[in-house]
């Protein structure tokens, strides 16, 4: 008999918000606090080797608290949404049968909300169907394929940016493999909760505080070796895949090493494209009414994050 789905709004906490927020720190504490283990949130946290420009937990942090859901899969790969909430199902229920607690940290947010809210029982991701429709998408452009997906889905189309090329073409791909607009098999999953009913915590910084603390970061991963570990994850001359190569920092540092900017030029790329990014965050955060911001002061610390979060999550 199958396993009994879990009911994440309700049996989990969540810890995020946009980069640099603040949430590895606190999500440390707050693990120790509730008896928890942390689930990353964190999309590109789940590729092997792609270690200092996620972020991704050292061995100290884990050796401190049991994280999960990190190092699935190899840079060159693919990973969907269906196959994270697979894998984080999974690693929930292990952690509750084991007596403790799950604690999402991440700042992905359709992760967040195919945990929350649920997934639409589409069809699996169609990697040849896929390739195809990227293929076109080099050849047209979005736009193009915009205008095609408004033909067949013009809901869908509506609330996608014609710029928004991953949504345009997964829209495109579940229609091509299933004959049916993806906008129809998505609407019995858009249930909200307030909330109240939830435990998800969404770390908030002034605007200057926020950016300060992005251009600190980037220049930290710099100083520790990014270039380096991009260099290294395609020395055996496979590259990355289609996410990898897109993600912050990495992108960039591939058009580097590939002579079109010079490292200073890189660094101001990686941090503008990061301040977009954590803007992009923070509107889907404010989408969803299961989320509970917390305003964090530049210099507050951790545990006192930590106490608030815990006082109203009680």
Known sequence: MPATPIDFAAECWFLTGATASGKTSVGLALAERLGAEILSLDSMAVYRGMDIGTAKPDAESQRRVPHHLIDLRDPHEEFSVAEYRAAAEAAARDVILRGRKPLFVGGTP???KCLIRGLFDGPAANWELRRDLEQELSREGAAVLHERLALVDPVAASNIHPNDARRIVRALEVFRATGEPISHQQMQFDDARPADECRVFVLKRDRSDQHKRIEARVEAMMSEGLVDEVRALTAHGR???RSASQAVGYREVLQHLAGEYGLAETIERVQAR?????KRQGTWFRSLSESRFVDVAPDETPD????RIL????
């Open 110 to 112: 359709m992760y967040l």
């Open 239 to 241: 590259p990355l895949g």
């Open 274 to 278: 990061t301040r977009r990014f954590a």
């Open 304 to 307: 006192s994050v930590t106490e």
């Open 311 to 314: 006082a109203a999550g009680r």
